[in-house]
Every structure is written in structure tokens, then in C-alpha cells.
């Protein structure tokens, strides 16, 4: 309660409550028996205020934790506690020794508090009297009704100097190519382009029509005015671009305040704080955010030339960038070809790979569809650890800093890892199935096969296919074909056939290695944390040893090598700053910019000590890295708070589910072509994308939570 009331004083009227709430606490010493410790949870009416009080509270918590770690933040907190209750000290700050979620951005702490996703439905209702809203989730089989959002996808020619890129200074825009829901349209500048173009049409492949309707302007100006205007006309929920961050918006912007339009007036579209383009009523896709994180391309072949023919099966037309400004003059046909070749490529791309994907990833994931498309998959992997966290009363960790200079075997570490999980190639080499090889096999692993046929078919039919055992009409014949198979294999080891060329792959490796050892990051404990808990018992068996191995990139530097020129380099940095005046610090808290500035003095110092040491490394040693690896040991508890592996299987099983309704929708889609359905035909092939673009969505995610736990700044860290 005091504590309560010197927030409340000292913050008077920035709280809309202060609420006392216990939560769990997986660093909280003896956490397994139930115990929670208390936070205050504060709420404000606007972010502002938020933002203001936090300035002042972090700075505190940052120096109150010099001296403590996180595991022994609850004790310094008991040690203030005396015979009549605890003991405040004067200062507020000296009491605030632990701060969590005070970084989450605030439409996805919405978003986790009141369980809204962009990608799915809901019944949302306006109170008559006091304009309060409601918004009520529909049911789960409402929520596989496909949403069909007006899509218009854009791409953008302009003059430029020649082999200088376009700038926007003074280059213009000469043809603007678009597509809308499957018409084309393009808009010609006259003052670049030789003559009218008629309308045509431009489809590649029969299964990506482009007609093309043309409009002849005079002029620049009035090029982007009939698209402001068209766009304003068509209102499209979703603009598509192919690196449209980075090349067309900002120049169609900047051209555009060259004759006193403001892009964001006309169409609601503008550059956000880091640079990417938002809509204010919509929603802006750059279908090259996908190909960089989801398409799996070499980095070579990430043009929308290249993704054209490897994604959509076709060659797309080719113009070399010198010769646009002079093809527009002399041959206006073929530039106009170029121009909606790309418009027809960024469309189709986004409307097969792209829109069905970040929907799907929409549904479950609390983040906007921008940064669905935008963000890592280790952050995707985060947002999904902090709605289960939420849902089981879970307290988020902060997020994994950096730490200091670490050393190993008195070198200095330049980096650390571990190395990963791997299958083993049975045997390595270029194999043909039509040359005789010879075969050497183990009888003994055959009668295993034998002895668990029931098993293994029991597992094909009932989880793979989900079809029951007791269905099959001829299981007996089909297991005793196996049967004869596998005993004729053993009784002949040693053979030479010509071969058949498997492709034996592991299902959900990182996934099943979590499950199988109960592997998450706050369960690896060490000999104290054990001793802090009530079940650190032999006959518990609560203890896994697992060995790993540690990867290490070191200087090769011994660490007095290190400190000298440690010493070196500051003597060097003090000597200049000694003849450097410093202003006065006027904010209203020194100490946080103090701090600040500490901070960013240190790691500049770090990063010329080691610019330095690779230097003398490279001349005294003749390299710059040494490798090490080590295998460790450590201790998996496994009786941790199952929330992350729960969170992982619940991936897992939901991905297999989404599969098997895929192979099944599948089936029916081919049912109803036989049959000429149109209707069920229809229905059918969207619920086979929904669900491929689910169960997609549901392994891009499976595939990061391993990798996820060693990023940088991930709240769930563990090497």
C-alpha cells in the first residue's frame, strides 16, 4: 500500500489504476510448489502517459540491478522487509527493483489482452448510449470463410540518367502499370512516351490473364493524378508492391509534391517512423519482404525476374535498364509490354504465394499484417510465447541484452554458439537405380520390423492418413505381403541388385527434439536453483543430464595481449576527449542520461578495441579466429511450467490436422472437377488453399522456435 500510494503521489493523475496481481514467475526461486510473487500492475488512459513514467522508472530499475541478478531481485526485495512490515526507504526508486512488459508495443498488448487477430472474424456492436464497442469472436467453423479484400498491385517506370539509378530530384514517371482483382490498367506519360497505346492484353500463362486498359495522359502531372484518382474510385483494402518500400512509394511521393500533391491526402498512404509505407484505412504488402524471409530463393535470384520464373513457371519480358528511357521513345509497344509484364508478376506472385500465407499467419499471430510480412520468424515465434504466457498467468521475461567481454581459455570470445541439431547421411555419394550394388544388411534389424508391423501400419493409417485400422478391408493381405518382404530380405543379407533410391527424411525434427527431452529455456537449472526447490529429490527424477556442443570463435590473442592494447586504445580515446569541453545536462533526470551515455561510451570503446585486435591479430598470428569446439553437459528440469513445449505441440499437432484436411479437401476438389460441381468446386479449392496456407504457416513457425531461443534480444534466451 505504500508503495502504491508514493506512485500515485509522485505520479498524481498519470495512473488510471494500479492493480495488485500475482503472477507466475518461472525465475522465481521454488516457482514449482505454487508460489507467485506480487507485482503492480499500472495502467494509464494513453500511451503518453506510460511512456513518461517509464522514463523515470527504468533508469531506477537499471540501477538497482547492478547489484543483483534477476534469480536474486526477490531476495533484495525480502531483505526490506522487517519485524512490522516492510521498510520503505525515502527514496521511491530504491524500491522499484524488478520491471516487466513495459516494451511490448501497445496495439499488441491489445491484441493479447482482448484476443483480436487481423486475420479473423468477428460480430463488433455499438452500444446506443455511451458509444461503448463489443467485439465478439464467431464461432470456429465461421472463421474458414475466406475474406476477399480488394487487392490492387502497382509497379512504376521512370526516366534516369544514364547507368545512374532514378532520382526522384528530377527523373520522372512514365508509366504506371496496375492490376485490380484481375484487371489491368496502365497510364502513359506522352511527354516521355512517342505515341498513344491502345488497350491490350498481356497474359503470360492461361492461368494469369491480363487485360489491359490504357490511359493516354499529356503529362506527369496528369499521370499521377488519374491514379490518385482511379485509386480513390477502386478503394482497394490491400496496395502490393515488389520493394516498394525502398523504390516506389517514396519516389511517386516525391513527385508528387512537385505539383503540390500530397500522397498521404490523395490515398491515405505514407512513410512510417522506420521508413515503410502504410495505408491509413489499408494495408501495404511488399511481396519482396516474403522472398527475403519465406520463398527459400538463393540470394542471387530475389528479383521479380527471377521470382517470376522460378514461382510462377514463365519467362517474363526483359528490357536492360539503358535502354527504357530510349524504348519508351522508339519502341512505345514493347516498354508498355515491360511495364505491365511486371504489374502481372507482383499481382499473381502476391495472390498465390503470398496473401493466403500472411492471412493464415494473421489468425494466430497478434501483430498487424504488415508486420506479419515484415518481422523475423524468431519475433512471429515471441508474439506466440507471450499469448500462451498471458493465457496461463505466465510474467515475460525482459528481453536478452548483451553481455560484457567474455573470455575462454584466456582468449577473448568474438562469438558464441552451439551447434545445432543435424541428421547423419547414411552414406554419402551419386547413386543410379539402374546399376547392380551391392548389399550388405542386418538380419537382426529385420526381425525388429517384423515384430512391430502392427505398430508402424497402426501409425501410417490412424495418424498420417486418420483413417481406423478397422476400416481397412484387406489389412491382413497388405501386412502379410509386408511380411513376406521384409523375411525375404533377411534370409538373404548379403545381395546384388540393382537398387531403389529412398529419400529418408526426419518429420518435425527441432519440434520432436523439444518434446521428446521437455527442452525449453527456463528449465535449464543449475545445482542452486535446484537447491531452492522443494521436489530436488533422487527418487523425483526430475533431472535430465544432456550433452551439447559449444562452438567458439576466439582471437587468438592471449588476454594480456588484450588488455594492453585495452589500455592503448583508451589512453588514446582520454587524450582526445581531455581537450573537449562538456556541456551542461539539463534534463530533469541526469542519471538516465548519464547512464545513456556510459553505455554508448563503452561500446564504442569495445568496438575499437577489437577493430585494434584483429588488426594486431592479423600481423602477429597471421589470423583473426580460432574455432573451438567443447561438448557440455547440462541439466534439463523436467518438471519446468510445460508453457513452451505445450506452445510447440500445439503447433505441431495443429500443423498435422491442417495437412490432413488439405489431402482431404484435396480429394474432394478432384471429386467435384469429375463431377462439374462448379459450386462445391469452387468451395473446395479454397478450403484446400486455406488449409495449405495454414499448415505453411503453422511449419514456418515450427521450424523457428529452436533457433528462436539463441536470437539476440529474445525474451525466452538459452544458449
Known amino acids: 500500500k505504500d508503495v502504491v500510494g508514493m506512485l500515485s503521489q509522485r505520479f498524481d493523475g498519470q495512473f488510471s489504476r494500479i492493480e495488485k496481481v500475482e503472477k507466475v514467475d518461472l525465475d522465481f526461486p521454488n516457482h514449482l510448489t505454487g508460489l507467485k510473487p506480487t507485482y503492480l500492475k499500472l495502467c494509464f488512459p494513453n500511451v503518453?502517459?506510460?511512456?513518461?513514467?517509464?522514463?523515470?522508472?527504468?533508469?531506477?530499475?537499471?540501477?538497482?540491478?547492478?547489484?543483483?541478478?534477476?534469480?536474486?531481485?526477490?531476495?533484495?526485495?525480502?531483505?526490506?522487509?522487517?519485524?512490522?512490515?516492510?521498510?520503505?526507504?525515502?527514496?521511491?526508486?530504491?524500491?522499484v527493483l524488478d520491471i516487466r512488459e513495459y516494451d511490448v508495443p501497445y496495439y499488441t498488448r491489445a491484441a493479447i489482452d482482448l484476443d483480436l487477430r487481423a486475420g479473423s472474424w468477428y460480430t463488433v456492436k455499438c452500444a446506443t448510449v455511451g458509444n461503448a464497442i463489443t467485439v465478439e469472436k464467431k464461432p470456429a467453423a465461421e472463421q474458414l470463410v475466406k475474406a476477399e479484400p480488394r487487392v490492387l498491385a502497382f509497379d512504376i517506370e521512370c526516366t534516369k540518367a544514364p547507368l545512374k539509378f532514378p532520382n526522384a530530384d528530377h527523373d520522372q514517371v512514365f508509366m504506371i502499370s496496375y492490376m485490380f482483382d484481375g484487371q489491368g490498367y496502365l497510364i502513359i506519360n506522352r511527354e516521355v512516351v512517342s505515341e498513344d497505346i491502345d488497350d491490350f492484353e498481356y497474359t503470360p500463362k492461361p492461368a494469369y490473364p491480363g487485360p489491359f486498359v490504357v490511359f493516354n495522359e499529356a503529362n506527369e502531372k496528369d499521370l499521377l493524378v488519374r491514379f490518385f484518382e482511379h485509386c480513390q474510385e477502386l478503394r482497394p483494402n490491400i496496395w502490393v508492391t515488389y520493394n516498394g518500400d525502398f523504390f516506389d512509394w517514396p519516389f511517386i511521393e516525391k513527385r508528387a509534391l512537385k505539383y503540390n500533391l500530397k500522397m498521404e491526402e490523395e490515398i491515405g498512404v505514407s512513410a512510417s517512423q522506420n521508413g515503410e509505407y502504410r495505408g491509413r484505412c489499408s494495408v501495404h504488402m511488399d511481396a519482396f519482404c516474403w522472398v527475403q524471409r519465406d520463398s527459400y530463393l538463393p540470394q542471387g535470384a530475389r528479383g521479380l525476374k527471377a521470382v517470376t520464373k522460378y514461382k510462377l513457371g514463365y519467362n517474363p519480358v526483359e528490357v536492360a535498364p539503358e535502354?527504357?528511357?530510349?524504348?519508351?521513345?522508339?519502341?512505345?509497344?514493347?516498354?508498355a509490354a515491360y511495364s505491365v509484364s511486371d504489374a502481372v508478376a507482383t499481382y499473381y506472385l502476391y495472390m498465390k504465394y503470398v496473401h493466403d500465407f500472411i492471412f493464415a499467419l494473421s489468425t494466430i499471430i497478434p501483430l498487424i499484417p504488415e508486420d506479419v510480412l515484415r518481422k523475423g520468424s524468431g519475433t512471429l515465434c515471441e508474439m506466440?510465447?507471450?499469448?500462451?504466457?498471458?493465457?496461463?498467468?505466465?510474467?515475460?521475461?525482459?528481453?536478452?541484452?548483451?553481455?560484457?567481454?567474455?573470455?575462454?581459455?584466456?582468449?577473448?570470445?568474438?562469438?558464441?554458439?552451439?551447434?545445432?541439431?543435424?541428421?547423419?547421411?547414411?552414406?554419402?555419394?551419386?547413386y543410379r537405380d539402374d546399376l547392380p550394388e551391392h548389399f550388405d544388411v542386418d538380419p537382426s534389424a529385420f526381425d525388429e520390423l517384423i515384430a512391430n508391423i502392427d505398430r508402424d501400419l497402426t501409425f501410417v493409417l490412424e495418424v498420417e492418413e486418420g483413417k481406423q485400422r478397422s476400416d481397412v478391408v484387406n489389412y491382413d493381405e497388405v501386412r502379410n505381403a509386408i511380411i513376406e518382404g521384409l523375411e525375404s530380405l533377411r534370409d538373404q543379407p548379403r545381395r546384388k541388385e540393382q537398387p531403389f533410391i529412398y529419400h529418408l527424411d526426419v518429420g518435425a525434427m527441432y519440434p520432436n527434439i523439444i518434446l521428446t527431452n521437455r527442452l525449453q529455456p527456463t528449465a535449464i537449472v543449475n545445482d542452486s536453483i535446484c537447491a531452492t526447490c522443494d521436489f530436488n529429490r533422487d527418487e523425483n527424477k526430475c533431472k535430465r543430464s544432456m550433452k551439447w556442443t559449444w562452438r567458439g570463435d576466439m582471437y587468438p590473442s592471449t588476454r594480456s595481449e588484450y588488455n594492453s592494447i585495452k589500455h592503448q586504445v583508451e589512453h588514446e580515446v582520454s587524450a582526445k576527449m581531455s581537450g573537449m569541453s562538456m556541456g551542461s545536462d539539463d534534463s530533469q533526470n541526469k542519471w538516465m542520461s548519464a547512464s545513456q551515455k556510459e553505455a554508448d561510451e563503452a561500446k564504442k570503446l569495445d568496438a575499437a578495441v577489437r577493430s585494434r585486435l584483429k588488426g594486431y591479430c592479423q600481423t602477429v598470428y597471421k589470423k583473426v579466429k580460432v574455432t573451438v569446439e567443447e561438448e557440455r553437459y547440462d541439466t534439463v528440469c523436467q518438471r519446468e511450467n510445460p508453457f513452451y513445449v505445450d506452445t510447440v505441440k500445439?503447433?505441431?499437432?495443429?500443423?498435422?490436422?491442417?495437412?490432413?484436411?488439405?489431402?482431404?479437401?484435396?480429394?474432394?476438389?478432384?471429386?467435384?472437377?469429375?463431377?462439374?460441381?462448379?459450386?462445391?468446386?469452387?468451395?473446395?479449392?479454397?478450403?484446400?488453399?486455406?488449409?495449405?496456407?495454414?499448415?505453411?504457416?503453422?511449419?514456418?513457425?515450427?521450424?523457428?522456435?529452436?533457433?528462436?531461443?539463441?536470437?539476440?534480444?529474445?525474451?525466452w534466451y538459452s544458449m
Open 384 to 430: 506466440l510465447l507471450m499469448v500462451e504466457a498471458f493465457d496461463k498467468n505466465i510474467i515475460a521475461p525482459n528481453k536478452q541484452k548483451a553481455g560484457g567481454t567474455k573470455f575462454h581459455q584466456r582468449k577473448l570470445l568474438e562469438s558464441e554458439t552451439y551447434v545445432g541439431g543435424h541428421v547423419e547421411s547414411l552414406l554419402a555419394g551419386v
Open 48 to 95: 503518453q502517459n506510460l511512456m513518461s513514467v517509464r522514463k523515470l522508472i527504468l533508469p531506477a530499475v537499471e540501477k538497482n540491478r547492478k547489484n543483483a541478478t534477476t534469480r536474486n531481485v526477490y531476495a533484495n526485495f525480502n531483505a526490506l522487509e522487517g519485524e512490522d512490515g516492510p521498510k520503505l526507504p525515502d527514496n521511491i526508486w530504491d524500491v
Open 323 to 335: 535502354d527504357m528511357v530510349r524504348f519508351a521513345s522508339e519502341q512505345p509497344q514493347r516498354m
Open 650 to 715: 500445439a503447433f505441431r499437432d495443429r500443423r498435422y490436422e491442417y495437412k490432413l484436411l488439405t489431402k482431404q479437401w484435396g480429394k474432394k476438389k478432384a471429386q467435384y472437377e469429375k463431377s462439374g460441381d462448379a459450386i462445391a468446386l469452387a468451395d473446395a479449392k479454397n478450403k484446400s488453399v486455406l488449409f495449405d496456407s495454414l499448415q505453411l504457416a503453422h511449419k514456418c513457425i515450427l521450424n523457428s522456435f529452436y533457433g528462436y531461443v539463441m536470437r539476440k534480444g529474445a525474451r
